[in-house]
Structure formats: structure tokens, C-alpha cells
């Protein structure tokens, strides 16, 4: 609380040097900006004093708020895609004015890439935000035709990835756990289906994708690197309609109606794979049995209480499951969220989010013949509450402020054995935690030209009893630590408290119309932590508090950019370079053991990081040809210090790769058809490798790094690259009908190169070894490996249709 | 967790039918040879070795290069009885041999193994501990899998047996065919599964543990099949699991590929010359069945 009264006088003291006090009286109007045919809010919408520069936007439930001296205005509400909306008002009071827009026509919205302000990208104070709505995912040429939000992300300046396949993404040179990814605000903590080929996200019931690298507003905190704010669409509360496709590898299938019309709807949506189905006649041997899919649901009901209160409550429900008659393997993430839009007057507007959110995985083995079983599962789960308010103080000032708690429960591995004895249970502690913010921030205008948006953010991380807290002696010098004592805390005791100030800010300086120079500094701080030693993350990686013996990450990052449109904003343009200063990032000793370990923290080690890069980014948004080409050069390194790992230097990360370049463009043929190409170059990620060899008489090839140094290789002729092509084709849509369909034809990986996901040494499999064994004459005791995901061409075609 | 690795490796080969791998070239600047040592002693009345040899760049072909000339000395610590490993035949083989039914030691001794070569002194630790025994070994002929490289025709034989009662214990259960170790065939255990935790105590040893077989070298009628299960400590256990994770390091799950931990310490502090290998000591029981045509 006294951090929150420090925040309030901050903030109230910027405001009041900021405002000259002047004497008219002035009004507001506000409400909410709808889509005309589905009642969906809208979110972005430019709501402006016609023939003037004085504007405001709907927030992310579609509300706005615009103070202005009383008088006569002409009021125009206008969002791509959609015609203007244009209204004279006579303010004399505060009033409220809800908008619904009729959209500008299918044919129109054919070449609208983006659903934002024409001239967001020069105008907003935001910077390093990248947002993409459906309809351009939608565009871009898919794996399997299946349109995915994190592989589109994928194709961002500064967001890269360590291989295809791979769970998750890296921004600006961050872990994959340093990605805050929501879902209505719930976040999740596996982004990936099938290891990765696709993430949780239903296209079909996302509504806006915004990913922010840089210059963070202080209402997110939490993950160091980025946040994904992927926001689920309303049931359409006018009609029943739906959509849904068939694909190579699965099925989607939504439905949205409303339940009391232009108040309250739903929407609901399913996938599941069945390239299990598919492959069942060529399971046979040791694979008959064998399952492998996955599914999920995602809903959304919708409630306009009245013109003050609308409710939503959304969830997601997710599984990926494999298995065999032997064994038993599926994860998933759940999430529930629900939210409370209130507006409290023309001015104050309050969204309370409540959410649950669960990640877990079972493993379970079975014998029958020796009535034998071994079940284990992992969690993580989380509740939390954040009342968020928006004060609309002026046509200058928009103040944003509220707090947020999170309560952690970490299961880490609860297993249990069974045999003809009896049942025994292994547990590891389940661990406990209390994460809470408070922050306050301003979105200021001065003058014509110079906007500054200013934050606090200042948080708490409590670890919490019941449980050990494990003491070390032993400095963590890169071998693992045994400790010296084990104290227990009762329930709900603090085992381990940290708090820190994170201070958030942005400026854009507008050079003219089209051009404009940005520059942010933002504070993050990360206090949870994913356990994972391997090239890419597996579902059985588990997260970690900070603890006693944990510190919590700090990131500071710093960034300029300079911003420019062109031909009527038929082009956007941007350059940023950024830095990267990061602390307490997590690492392993060698041969660390992370799975069911008990004392897991003797394993850990945390070290420095940096990340520093330059990336370009270039739009084209309007006309027949639409697309993007983003180019980044990055670096990202880590150091261990005091420690034996990699001798204590500076080594890459996994992940690095300094040239990052990928090209997207749609080109609307005349007629019914589209075609689309994606094109991808990346340098290799370096690679440990080993040198030597000893030879044990039982373990013919132990290989050996005398060297000790990380990632230090690196050849150029790996180097990713690929095509994809895809080709649209509208069906005629039948007089008086609502079915529109359409087929979509893609190639993966068009002129089939096979990119290496890594290089790696392996013993022969044909050597057994040891050398002076017979069996081995002419035998190479040794190979290297190169390993691909995606070894060749992948065509696919998918039929998609929308009622 | 071997287990767990392999289960997921199968998982994602599943899911990628696409994934592929193919042998290239690479080029690397092998480092300095070191000093390997290759100590694994049991307290069986049969003749023990040591052997002695070098690292080799990672692409070497043929015979690793032996080294004589050391002085090799094990102490039973519990006895204070000292054991002299003598390279008689100058082939980095050196051996102590005991005379009818004598042994190292027995159940619950320590031990401490010295080498010293090129004016450097290399010491370790272990220690004996109990094992437990194997109550049968079964076979069943299987036809030729997927990919007839991996899975050959053959009989495929499992172990049963359970985790001695009571404490922690960790095993190396080895598997022969004809009396030769068969490499591939890796599996060691804590009590009656993987994993450091309470739970698997007295607990039968379950599946993928019990499997006796290399798919690429199945038993055929009239080969001798042989499980021998090794006590070994939980260090030799940590050893083994980190060589398996090196050695079957690759694919989207690999880990960082890194030095496998020996319990070779300099004596010198001040030296920079490190060994590589390890030193363990085992208790060991064993149980053979010829194959019979079924």
C-alpha cells in the first residue's frame, strides 16, 4: 500500500506540472465502438474531432473516452476495413455515444492487411509492438495449410526461434520462458501443440494478436523479454453464424450465436488432429496401439449487462496425448478468465480480471503381466486477480493504474508405483508462491509533437511455506551443490521475500505526418522460471520459483527508433535497435539432473546476459500486393562468472542467430483467387561439439570436450532457408446463401531444402565397440549427424468455410 | 531419466514422419590426448583390470593407444589391505589376480584406487555395496520390426527380479550373450526404477529395465543369455546416467553436449592435467539360460 500512495503522489505530481489550468468547462464523450454485423467490439478505433489532430482510441474491450471543451464538434469514428463513421454532437454535458460500424464490403477488405490506424505505426508512442489480426495470419503461407498465430510471430523482426519444431519463440535474444503469452489475459505456459508444429491458438477464435518487445507498459510485468496478448473474439450477438475448415492433419469447428440478442452471445470452438486416424494401417509391430493427437476448446460467453457492466468469462482447454499400450503420455493447458468491464463514468473505465490457469503432464507406464504401475504428473497452476482502471484525465492525459496478485501452486512431480505389495507414493514438495504488482502510468501529449508515456511498476515476489528451503555453503562455482541444511517453513510462512521498482518509459517525438522518432527504456522483471537444459523445450520441462537460493531475473532494455509511412500509409517503415542488459538468467552445472530431483537448486547456476540488435521491418498494406519483410541482425550471449562453464567467458546462446530475414506477400489475383509466398533466411544456431573420444571397455565411445567452451561452432552452410507457397481459391457464393468457402493449397518447404535442426556427434550405430573387437573391422567408431525436422517438400490442401 | 528421454524421442519420431538424419562431414581441432582410466573392480574371485589409454580426436579410427609404465595401487580402506595392479604384459591392461576364493573385499568396504603416471597422481572412491538377485530370465522369439536393422529376427529375453528391501540402492544391470557385454543394452536403476526419489524401494524392476536385448543382436537357439546385475554407488549411477545422456546425446531434445564427470582427482591442486574415466566397485549376481527352440 505505501508503494501504491509513492506511485499516486508520482503520478498526480507529473499530471499537475504537466496541466496549465484553464477555466472553460469541458464534457466527455464516451462508449463503446461495435462492428455492425456481429456486435463484436472493436478494438483500435480512432474516435477524433474531424478537421483537427485532437483523437483518442478504444481500448481493448472497445471503450473510449474523449474530454473536450463544451461546443459543437463533428465526431468521426474510423478503423480500416470499416466506413466512417461521422456524427455532429453538441456537448453541453457528459455523454455517451456507442457506435456500431458497417463494414466497407468484402471486396474492400480483400486488401486490408491491417486492421489498426492507417498511421498507428508513426503516431502511437508504442514501440516495438507488433500487432496482427486474424485476417493477415490468415495470409500467410501455412505449414499443412494450417494457419497458426506463433509460427506467423515467428516471422517478426526481433522473434526467431531454435528450429522448427521447436515449443515457443525467442524475442530479442530472451529465453522462451521469458515470453508472458495470454490468452484473455490467462497466461499460458506450453504455447505448443505436437512439440511445437502449432500452438494452442484457434484462428478461428482469435481476434487480435499484439506482441510487444520493447518499451512495456507497466500494467504487464512478469517475463523479461516480451508479452503475446492474444485476445479471443465476442460471439457474434446478432445471428447465429459459424466457421470451420478441414485440414491435412486436423479439423476446426466454431460456432457463435447470441443468447439474448445484441446482449449477451457465445462462441465456441473445437479442434482435434487425426493424423493418428490417418496412420492406424501403418502402425504396426512395436507402434500398433500407438496414439498420438491432440485437441482443443476455446469458448467465450459475452453478457452487455447494460451500457456501465458487460461480463465475459473464456477458457481454453487443451491436450496433446500419446501413447501406447505400455505407455501413457499427454499434456495440456486450462485456462478460465473472467472479466468485469464497469464503467465507473465518462471517464474512469475498470476492467477487473479474475483467472485460473493450469499446466500439467501424466506419464504413466503399466505392466499387466506383472500387475506393475508407475503414474507421474507435474503441475503448474495459478489464480490471480487484477483490477485495471483507465482515467481518461483529459484529452492530454490518460492515466492507467490497478494492481494485480498472482498465487502459484507448484507440483513439481507427484508420482505413485504400484506393484502386488502395495501402492507407494513419491512426491517431490510442491512449492507455493505470492506474486503481486501495483503500477500506475501515464500516456501524456506536450505540445503537437511530443508524446511521453511514463510508468512505475513496483513488485513483490513471496515464496511461501509449506516447504524446504534448502541451504547451500558451497559458492555456486559450477559444480553441483549438496546442501548443508534443510529448514522447514510452516504453511504460509515467507521463506523468501524480493521487491523491486520497475520503471517504464516512451517517448515519440512526431517529426512531421509520416515520420517520427521513438525511444523507450523499460525495467522487467521475471520471478518464475522454466527448468530446461534442452535445445527445445519438451513438455516435461517444469517451472521453478525464485526461492532462497533462485534470484529473481532482472532485464533492463533500452531502444530508439525512427518510424515512417509513406504513400498515404500504403507503406509502413521502421528501424530499432536495441540493448539488453540481463541478470540472474538461469543455468545448469554440467550433467545437471532436472527431472524428479529433489534438490533441483544444487543443480542451478545464474549468470549475465546481453542482447543487443538492430531490426527492420517494412509493410505494404494496401493494393492488390500486400506483405511484409522484416530483417534483423542480433546477437544475444551469456556469461557465467565464477563458475567452470565455458571457462567462465562469454558464449552464445542456443538460440542466436545474427541475420534473421523473412519475407511475406499476398498478391490478390483478379477473380476468385489469391496467391501467397513466405520466404525464411537465418543463420545456423552454433553448436556445441565434442573434439575427442576416450574408449571405456563398456561404453565403447565417451566423448569428450577438453576444451569446455559452449556454442563456439558455427558453419555457414547450414543455414536456414525456405519457401512456402500457398494459392487461395474463393468459392461463388450461392445467391441468398451464407456459406462462403474456400480452398487453400500450400507448399511447405517449396524447393525442398533440408535445414539442419542441429548438428550432432553420435557412436556409430553399427560400432560396438571396444576397438579391438573383430566385429568392428571397417567400421567408424563415430559419425556426425545432421538432423531435420522437415526433410522435404509438404504439400498440403485444406477447405475452409464461414456461415 | 532414460525413460523419460526415449518416450519422448519415440513421441516426436512419431509425430515428424518427415524428420530425417544423414551422416556429414565436420571438421573439429581435437584437443591434447588425456589419461583414460577404465577401473570398474567387482569382488569376484575372477582375475580384476585396470586399463589405461588415451583420448583420441573424435573421428580416430582403429586401436586407442594404451598406457604402460603406471603405477596402479587399490586400498581396501575398511581392511587396510593393499592390492598392486600390475601391467605385466605392457598392453594398458593391468590386472591383479587373486588366489582361490579371495576377493577385494566384501560387503560395505571402501576403497581407494591411485594412479599415478608422468608425475602426476590421480586418486578415487568407492565403496561396496549389496545387490540383489534376478529370479528368472524369459525369451520369446520375435519376428523381424519396422526397420529390420533395429528389430532382427531372434528370441528377446527379459529379466524379472526386485529391489533389495529397505535403503537406497542403485544397480547396473548388464546383459551378455555368450559371455560378451552387449554395450547397447544400457540399463542401471535406483531401487526398482529411475530417479532419485523414496517410493521405489522393494519394487520389481519394470520395463524398459528388464529388457536383455539389442534388437540388432537378438539371441538365437543354443546362444547363452546372461543377466548380471552390479551394486554400484549413487555416484557410479550419476556417472552412468550422464555417459548414456553424452552418448545417446541428439535430435530436438539433446542436451548441451559437455564432459562427463570422473571421479579422477589430481592430487595436485595446482596441476592443470585431468583424467578422464571412473573408478567403481561391484557386487555382482548373475543368472544364465541357454535359448531352446519354442
Known sequence: MKHFLCLSLLFFGCLALGQPVRAQAKFSVSGYVRDAKSGETLIGVTVFVRGTNTGTLTNEYGFYSLTLPGGDYDLGVSYVGFQTFAKQISLTANQKLDVELADEGVQLQEVVVTAERADAN????????????????????????????????????????????????????????????????????????????????????????????????????????????????????????????????????????????????????????YIDVLAKPFLTGDLKGSQFYFYDLTAKLNYIINAKNTVFLSGYFGRDVFGSPDFRFNWGNSTATLRWNHVFNNKVFMNLTAFYSNYDYFIGFQDEVQNTRFDWNSNIINYSLKPDFTYYLNTRNTVRFGVQSIVYDFRPG?????????????????????????????????????????????????????????????PADGTPRTPTAIQEYGRGKVIKNYGNWEPRFSANLTLNDRSSLKASYNRMVQYIHLVSNTA????????????????????????VGYFQNFADNGYEFSVEAYYKDLQNQLDYVDN???????????????????????????????????????????????????????????????????????????????????????????????????????????????????????????????????????????????????????????????????????????????????????????????????????????????????? | MRFFQNFLRAAFAAVVLAACEDVVQVDVTPANAQLVVDAFLTNRDTTQTIRLTQTVPYFSEGKVPVVSGAEILLVNQTTGR?????????????????????????IGHSFQLTVRHQNETFMAQSRLSRTTVADSVTYDLREAGQDPEEQKKGYYSTFYGRDAVGGRDYYWIRSYKNNAYQSRVFNFAVDGFGGETDGGDGFPFIPPLQNLTDGRNPAQVGDKVRVEIWSITRETFAFLEQAQRQITNGGLFAVTPENVRTNLKNTNPASKTKAVGWFSTSVVSGLEVVVKEK
Open chain 1, 122 to 273: 508513426v503516431k502511437d508512442v508504442a514501440m516495438s509492438v507488433n500487432k496482427l489480426d486474424i485476417k493477415t495470419i490468415q495470409k500467410i503461407p501455412a505449414f499443412l495449410g494450417e494457419v497458426d498465430v506463433i509460427r506467423s510471430i515467428q516471422l517478426l523482426p526481433g522473434v526467431s526461434t531454435v528450429g522448427e519444431g521447436a515449443t515457443g519463440f525467442n524475442v530479442r535474444g530472451g529465453g522462451i520462458d521469458q515470453n508472458l503469452v495470454l490468452i484473455d489475459e490467462a497466461p499460458v505456459y506450453n504455447s505448443a501443440h505436437l512439440f511445437g508444429f502449432f500452438s494452442v491458438f484457434n484462428p478461428d477464435i482469435v481476434k487480435d494478436v499484439k506482441l510487444i518487445k520493447g518499451g512495456i507498459p507497466a500494467q504487464y510485468g512478469g517475463r523479461l523479454s516480451s508479452i503475446l496478448d492474444v485476445r479471443t473474439k465476442e460471439g457474434n450477438n446478432k445471428r447465429f453464424s459459424g466457421q470451420g475448415g478441414v485440414g491435412a492433419i486436423f479439423s476446426r469447428l466454431s460456432i457463435e450465436a447470441p443468447i439474448i440478442k445484441d446482449k449477451a452471445s457465445f462462441v465456441v470452438g473445437v479442434r482435434r488432429s
Open chain 1, 414 to 474: 507427484n508420482a505413485e508405483a504400484q506393484s502386488q505389495q502395495g501402492t507407494n507414493p513419491i512426491n517431490l514438495d510442491p512449492k507455493y508462491a505470492l506474486e503481486s504488482g501495483v503500477y500506475a502510468d501515464n500516456e501524456q501529449k506536450i505540445g503537437e509533437k511530443l508524446t511521453l508515456q511514463y510508468g512505475l511498476r513496483y513488485s513483490v515476489f513471496q515464496y511461501l511455506g509449506s516447504g524446504n528451503a534448502y541451504i547451500y555453503d558451497q
Open chain 2, 82 to 106: 593393499e592390492f598392486v595392479f600390475a601391467d605385466t604384459k605392457i598392453d594398458g591392461i593391468y590386472a591383479w589376480q587373486p588366489l582361490g576364493s579371495d576377493s577385494i573385499g566384501a
Open chain 1, 592 to 803: 545437471a539432473n532436472l527431472l524428479l530431483n529433489p534438490n533441483l537448486e544444487g543443480d542451478l547456476i545464474q549468470g549475465i546476459g546481453r542482447a543487443y540488435g538492430l531490426e527492420f521491418f517494412l509493410r505494404k498494406s494496401k493494393g492488390r500486393l500486400t506483405g511484409f519483410l522484416s530483417y534483423t541482425l542480433s546477437r544475444t550471449e551469456r556469461r557465467l562468472p565464477n563458475t567452470s562453464i565455458s571457462r567462465g567467458e562469454w558464449f552464445l546462446n542456443r538460440f542466436d542467430r545474427p541475420h534473421n530475414l523473412s519475407i511475406t506477400a499476398d498478391y490478390a489475383l483478379t477473380g476468385l483467387w489469391s496467391i501467397a509466398a513466405n520466404f525464411v533466411l537465418q543463420s545456423p544456431t552454433p553448436a556445441t561439439l565434442y573434439t575427442n573420444r576416450a574408449e571405456l571397455r563398456d561404453l565403447p565411445v565417451l566423448p569428450t570436450l577438453p576444451d569446455e567452451r559452449r556454442n563456439t561452432f558455427r558453419d555457414p552452410k547450414y543455414a536456414y532457408h525456405r519457401l512456402d507457397l500457398s494459392a487461395t481459391k474463393k468459392n461463388r457464393q450461392k445467391e441468398g446463401r451464407r456459406w462462403e468457402s474456400y480452398w487453400v493449397f500450400s507448399v511447405y518447404n517449396a524447393y525442398n531444402r533440408r535445414n539442419p535442426f542441429s548438428i550432432y556427434f553420435q557412436q556409430n550405430p553399427k560400432y560396438t565397440g571396444p576397438s579391438e573387437n573383430a566385429g568392428n573391422a571397417g567400421v567408424n567408431p563415430t559419425q556426425a549427424i545432421r538432423y531435420s525436422i522437415i526433410g522435404s517438400v509438404v504439400p498440403a490442401v485444406s477447405y475452409n468455410f464461414k456461415f
Open chain 1, 536 to 559: 527445445a523445450s519438451t513438455p516435461l520441462d517444469i517451472w521453478t520459483p525464485s526461492t532462497n537460493n533462485i534470484k529473481p531475473q532482472i532485464a533492463d532494455q533500452m531502444v
